[in-house]
């Protein structure tokens, strides 16, 4: 409820397309996605995505942190393709903005195996799992 509020007052104050929209988007997001509203967690990570990509570049974080929203809702939907996806292009934007070495980095690194557990491609899994156990 607060969110929606806060999203109205950005929107009237700011314009729809404004860079404090998307992160309330995303929280909103975030809430539906607790409820597993998934159609509504779509709607406004999407949203949220369209959004910083009409003000930022493609390699921000920012656009990768809402792609790794989209793909762990791909991912509960059953898509596992498009969440895979999502993630790599996330992985490599956060390794190039952030290093190896970042627990966001560990913690895209850690979805990727899971994706990878769930194809059944265990070895592949194992190697990022692996990989994860270095942020631990």
């Known amino acids: 409820e607060y969110f929606l509020k806060a999203r109205k007052i950005f929107v009237s104050v700011y314009g729809e397309n404004?860079?404090?929209v998307p992160n309330v988007d995303s929280h909103i997001g975030s809430v539906y996605l607790s409820m597993c509203d998934y159609q509504q967690t779509m709607k406004y990570c999407n949203n949220s995505l369209e959004i910083r990509r009409q003000n930022l570049k493609e390699d921000h974080p920012k656009i990768a942190i809402s792609k790794v929203m989209?793909?762990?809702?791909?991912?509960?939907?059953?898509n596992k393709?498009?969440?895979l996806q999502l993630y790599q292009e996330s992985l490599s934007v956060l390794k190039k903005a952030y290093g190896e070495n970042h627990p966001q980095v560990g913690l895209i690194i850690m979805r990727l195996a899971i994706q990878w557990e769930d194809f059944k491609d265990y070895t592949k899994a194992l190697e990022y799992f692996n990989q994860a156990e270095n942020f631990s």
Request: no cysteine; proline share 0%; charged share 15%.
């Open 18 to 20: 404004h860079q404090h």
């Open 70 to 78: 989209l793909a762990h809702v791909y991912s509960k939907l059953g």
């Open 81 to 83: 393709e498009v969440a």
